[in-house]
């Protein structure tokens, strides 16, 4: 499956733009970037999720593993819920939210599935209670 849009956030001067138009040169694979910004504060922004996840709107996958930096293993699913989600808004970490958060960017049209739709397997939907 092709992506329908890439978004980066540009943090600093170049924000990471002049690397990734260099890899895509150096893999021959060319898309568009999008850069998104705006003036709502991060936890607003990530706020926005609430209303997407209390009426069922947003399904996880049961896990995701990915390994870090440090070579260790990390399953981002349970990163995400237990280090962002059930302790928002005063988590260590908020970045995956903020990331998730981009979904609803005023210019980011988006058709969200009819109940009718057979919804993926393995997955895990996420109660809101941790972010009230």
Known sequence: MEAKQ????????DG???????????????????????RTNKQDRIGRLIPIFEQGKFY???TLHKTNYEKVVVDLVQAFVEEEYIPFPVGLHDDMGDALARIQEPDLPLVWPQ????????????IHQGWR
């Open 6 to 13: 890439v978004r980066y956030e540009k943090c600093g001067l």
């Open 16 to 38: 990471g733009h002049r690397h990734m138009k260099s890899k895509m040169e150096q893999d021959t694979y060319r898309f568009d970037i999008t850069e998104v910004a705006g």
């Open 60 to 62: 996880l996958p049961q």
């Open 115 to 126: 109940e009718e739709i057979i919804k993926p397997r393995k997955e895990v939907k996420v």
